[in-house]
């Protein structure tokens, strides 16, 4: 894999783990103990968007599309083993705080757009 790749999903986990924080919400884990699913959509979600020019909202369609094919369903607590998270909705549907993580993870990959290194 492009460690390149690897490093902006890093900095994408970390920024949402912090922007988490900031509104309370302390279930973000730092990025080297976070379980493979979680390292591997964050992985996705940058290959994503250094492919398309995608808004926030097809990011999140996206993300969506994954979960869904991979036996994730709507559920009010995140939880891994039963697959279940409380985003498994349409973005419109989504509160203001969650769609800022989409926001944010757009920003973050875009800062990175066009440099030599990517």
Not at 53 to 73: A, F, M, R
Not at 77 to 86: I, M, N, R, S, V
Request: net charge negative; with cysteine.
């Amino acid at each position: 894999m492009n460690q390149n790749i690897e490093l902006i999903a890093k900095v994408c986990h970390s920024v949402n783990k912090a922007y988490c924080e900031s509104i309370n919400d302390f279930s973000q884990v730092d990025w080297e103990d976070a379980p493979e699913w979680q390292v591997d959509s964050a992985i996705n979600g940058v290959k994503y968007h250094l492919e398309n020019d995608v808004t926030p909202e097809q990011s999140h369609e996206s993300w969506l599309k994954q979960k869904l094919e991979e036996g994730w369903v709507y559920g009010k607590e995140k939880d891994a083993e039963l697959k279940t998270h409380p985003c498994i909705m349409r973005y419109d549907e989504l509160p203001k705080r969650q769609q800022a993580k989409d926001k944010l993870f757009k920003s973050v990959v875009d800062s990175f757009k066009g440099q030599q290194h990517v």
